[in-house]
């Protein structure tokens, strides 16, 4: 209460700006984060960049499958990673809907899928068929999942369908769910110690490429309606009996609002693009360098003015 | 002490005979599971209505066709600007009134003043330095993002339960129907109340504060009314002979004359907002919750750690505040004391404040104290907990344990609970709804599981209740022993409650932090989290409750000779139960809360589907999971007070 009073009496003398630019609205930019490092960085590189050509930009923390209804309806502006295998179906249901934008395709080509670090396939030869993991799954075996073998998938709310494969191609293995991306990592980690045999969900691209070589599962080569018609992948009565797209996309998607809104930023973001090895790059800053997502942004920035400086003009 | 002879045959105010029977047919139905049809072991598919679709139906219907979405963007649209206000003026966001950041000094400041002015010099220091370490450590803005949802969500629930509290005094009937109301907001997961705050009052800071303001909002309502019920009739005949009309009558005779309830529901309100919005992580608001949520995603333990304290000192800050303002007598002043005699503290605040505001133009430090220049020392936590909990002693202890308790507990009893037909566990919670409050208990218990069964939700709400039972029982092994010690000696019993007190003022959330540390990511993570918070309602009443047992009954019982095991098997616990029993519910009633929390850790229970609903936006299925949740918390909640109330009835206690 005594606080508003004095407040009251400031706010008199307070000098207000707002200095709005030309035609562009001077509302913020809200960009949403995720739970994985490399979205948060970039999300903060095109934040950043934005910011370099006047925006005002604020950020929010949102689940990453819920934030295309959140973009369909304006509640925020844009998303930096658009991974084909995880959002392609909300991204496209979305743009069903309407609201939404494909603003463009980046350069990196993503694949995320059952993984393995290398030494697992010293325990199981046969590797990387799923046929050969099939066959081995004792080896991969906890307390928890008793004689079937474990595999441990990202956080629930990316809704892998994992147990659905498990089911149509007839997996001797158990689907455990860990909390969070870093989870996954303490758990390669600590397998690492005995090199013991582990598969889990990953992606490319990420720092773990650099820190532990390893490969993907081959499942049936996924085709178009795997996810959705039983007919296609070799069981005819279940959907789901396919690997992840090896040559997945990864976009920039943005509400449809946002070109009339912020013309300027949005022709910076239409410029905007991404390699693998940049992603990785930004993941790594956060995740094996402990960097603050923002100060790793800032140094990516720094260190990289001739990739981005161009975006701006 | 007179005990009445009951009619029936009774152990502990249980009524026993036809419970029995219903769990000899509990018994029967489980060992004949081969034989049974199937129907009776689980509620076939075929009978399981899409209650997900037809609640989004109605959802849909009320959203859209009815308007009803197009009202609340205009509401959030309103919360907007106060919490855009709120946080121009804490953290220097870019919006209207563009004053803000307070200087860090000036709000540490006005803060030590105000608690002078609740409860003197202790209460200044705490209030001062609490706000000062979070400048320090470099958490100011992560502090303020979340004081300023505090800010505007608080007082809403507070005018809000205020409003409900009065009309529900007023009017029998409103009061009615609007207790079972309560009782659904008291046990619904905090997912369900996330997803519907997000559709209708967009995602962000303003579906964090109606979230919030909701889930403080049923114990401000029920202080209200109790207080208002309170109100002495010599105080009310008073208030009429000095011929006071309506009006005046509530506001100054019947307001004034709650006021300790009231501003104990003020208490509550405020604390359970803390709580409630370092969740809202979960939905996109930032502040402490949201960094202790990615710090804890990336296992950055010691981090973690210091986000933890900041949120336990902010807690305590916030409570001892209010629960001084609830000793505090009303001053009253002579006639004729000039006006800043009577507003001696406000004008002392507002001059500190100004003080500090006039140092930090000058010293910038003192305003904002930037990133880089803070003395966090977290990555050098970091450090340490990594070295500690790499220690070869405790690693292996804690993976034996871990071993232990899934392969010879958990996974056992999960699976035993699992492999139940769902008729056996309706028939055992008949009987014990029974044996404790006869037919109309039996029907309410079971008919609350009943209705679980029939979402189709069922093997998913067992796995929810395995991990709360074997939580809980943990806790009463390690917390009743632990409360009973306490309790014998009176040196020990004093700060225990206190710890107990405080312990539970903290967010849920910061319970996570030493089970993951521990434990990893796994069930036995989950069942220590659970296990923690339970412990402490467990040991609180049952200290209270042996202390609370009549010094003459103590008395006669070292006259007649007993032993101290005599005295406290046959005297002091007895006596003790029925609080004992309530300390029991609240373990329960926690730990269906922590258990949805724990789905953060990774469990496969009706809180990982709640955690997809909101992925998915499923309003209709969030709302069938919660609803599954809520029923089994308040199937416990109805047996278990019934009894204690039985058994008070029956000693001619309380």
């Known amino acids: 209460m005594n606080k508003c009073a004095l407040l009251a009496t400031i706010s008199v003398l307070a000098l207000c700006s707002s200095s709005a630019l030309a035609e562009e609205s001077a509302d913020p930019i809200i960009i949403p984060i995720h739970n994985w490092s490399s979205q948060i960085v970039d999300s903060n590189v095109v934040g950043q960049i934005l910011q370099s050509v006047g925006a005002n930009v604020e950020y929010v923390t949102t689940d990453s499958q819920a934030v295309y209804e959140s973009i369909r309806l304006g509640d925020v502006a844009l998303e930096v990673e658009v991974w084909e295998g995880a959002f392609g179906k909300s991204f496209r249901a979305a743009q069903e809907k309407g609201g939404i934008v494909d603003v463009k395709t980046m350069n990196a080509v993503t694949r995320e899928d059952w993984w393995y670090p290398s030494w697992t396939k010293e325990a199981c030869p046969g590797l990387p068929d799923y046929k050969a993991l099939n066959d081995c799954a004792a080896l991969f075996a906890t307390p928890e999942t008793g004689d079937k073998g474990r595999f441990l998938g990202g956080p629930v709310d990316w809704l892998k369908h994992d147990q659905e494969r498990v089911d149509a191609l007839g997996l001797n293995f158990t689907v455990v769910n860990a909390g969070s991306a870093a989870a996954l990592w303490a758990e390669i980690a600590a397998a690492e110690k005995d090199k013991k045999p582990i598969v889990l969900f990953n992606w490319t691209p990420n720092f773990v490429d650099a820190v532990w070589p390893g490969e993907f599962v081959e499942f049936p080569a996924w085709e178009d309606g795997c996810d959705v018609d039983p007919a296609k992948g070799p069981n005819p009565d279940k959907a789901f009996d396919c690997g992840n797209p090896a040559n997945g996309y990864m976009k920039i998607a943005a509400w449809d609002g946002m070109e009339a809104k912020w013309p300027k930023a949005y022709v910076v973001l239409q410029k905007v693009d991404f390699t693998n090895a940049q992603l990785a790059e930004m993941a790594k800053m956060v995740d094996v360098d402990n960097m603050e997502p923002e100060d790793a942004a800032a140094k990516w920035l720094a260190d990289n003015e001739a990739v981005w400086k161009p975006w701006t003009e | ?654």
């Open chain 2, 1 to 654: 002490m007179s005990v009445a002879i009951a009619p029936r045959r009774t152990v502990f105010g249980l009524t026993l005979g036809f419970p029995l029977a219903l769990v000899l047919l509990a018994v029967l139905v489980a060992l004949l599971k081969p034989l049974l049809p199937e129907t009776l072991i689980r509620v076939p598919l075929n009978a399981v209505m899409p209650y997900d679709r037809w609640l989004q139906g109605l959802f849909d219907f009320i959203t859209h066709d009815l308007g009803f979405g197009t009202l609340t963007r205009y509401i959030s649209a309103g919360l907007e600007v106060l919490l855009d206000a709120t946080g121009n003026l804490l953290f220097g966001k870019n919006r209207w009134p563009h004053i803000g950041p307070l200087p860090w000094t000036s709000v540490a400041a006005a803060m030590a003043v105000l608690g002078y002015a609740l409860g003197g010099k202790k209460l200044a220091a705490l209030a001062g330095l609490t706000f000062v370490w979070v400048a320090l450590v470099g958490q100011w803005d992560l502090a303020m993002q979340t004081m300023s949802v505090i800010a505007v969500a608080a007082p809403l629930a507070i005018m809000a339960g205020l409003g409900l509290g009065i009309l529900s005094w007023k009017s029998r009937s409103f009061e009615k129907a609007l207790a079972p109301i309560l009782a659904i907001l008291q046990t619904l997961p905090f997912f369900t109340y996330l997803l519907p705050a997000v559709i209708f009052f967009k995602v962000g800071p303003t579906a964090g504060c109606v979230a919030t303001a909701l889930y403080a909002l049923p114990p401000m309502v029920l202080m209200t009314t109790l207080g208002l019920k309170k109100v002495s009739p010599e105080v009310i005949e008073a208030g009429q002979m000095s011929g006071s009309t309506r009006w005046q009558m509530l506001r100054h005779v019947y307001l004034p004359s709650a006021r300790t309830e009231i501003l104990v529901g003020v208490n509550q309100a405020i604390m359970l907002s803390l709580a409630m919005v370092v969740l809202t992580a979960f939905i996109g608001m930032p502040g402490l919750g949201a960094k202790l949520l990615s710090l804890m995603n990336s296992l950055k333990l010691g981090r973690s750690f210091e986000i933890g304290v900041t949120i336990v000192l902010i807690a305590i800050t916030l409570d001892r505040l209010s629960k001084a303002w609830v000793v505090k007598q009303p001053q009253h002043f002579e006639r004729g004391t000039p006006w800043w005699r009577r507003n001696i503290y406000l004008l002392l605040a507002l001059g500190v404040f100004a003080l500090f505001w006039a140092i930090a133009l000058v010293y910038p430090l003192a305003g904002v104290i930037p990133r880089g220049k803070d003395l966090s020392i977290g990555t050098q936590i970091d450090g340490v907990f990594d070295i500690v909990l790499n220690n070869p002693v405790l690693v292996a202890v804690t993976g034996w344990l871990r071993w232990f308790l899934i392969t010879w507990v958990l996974i056992p009893f999960r699976d035993g609970l699992l492999w139940l037909p769902t008729t056996a566990v309706l028939c055992a919670i008949a009987a014990v709804g029974y044996a404790v409050g006869g037919r109309r208990s039996a029907l309410l218990a079971a008919g609350f599981f009943a209705i679980v069964a029939a979402t189709g939700w069922w093997d998913r709400a067992m796995i929810t209740l395995y991990a709360v039972l074997s939580a809980v029982v943990i806790a009463a092994c390690v917390g009743l022993p632990l409360g009973i010690l306490a309790a014998q000696r009176k040196r020990w019993a004093e700060p225990i409650l206190i710890a107990c007190d405080t312990a539970q003022t903290f967010p849920s959330f910061i319970y996570l932090i030493p089970a993951i540390m521990f434990f990893g990511v796994n069930d036995v993570a989950v069942v220590f989290a659970i296990f923690i918070f339970a412990t402490v309602p467990l040991m609180r009443y049952t200290i209270e409750g042996i202390r609370a047992v009549p010094e003459e009954l103590i008395e006669a019982a070292d006259m007649s000779g007993a032993t101290r095991s005599q005295k406290l098997w046959k005297v002091q616990l007895p006596i003790a139960l029925p609080t004992m029993a309530v300390g029991f519910n609240q373990a329960i009633m926690f730990a269906f809360f922590m258990v949805i929390i724990a789905a953060f850790i990774g469990t496969q229970d009706l809180g990982q589907e709640l955690q997809k609903t909101l992925a998915g936006a499923e309003l209709g299925k969030n709302f069938v999971l919660g609803i599954c949740v809520a029923l089994m918390a308040l199937a416990f909640d109805h047996v278990l007070m019934k009894w204690s109330a039985n058994r008070r009835k029956i000693l001619g206690v309380g």
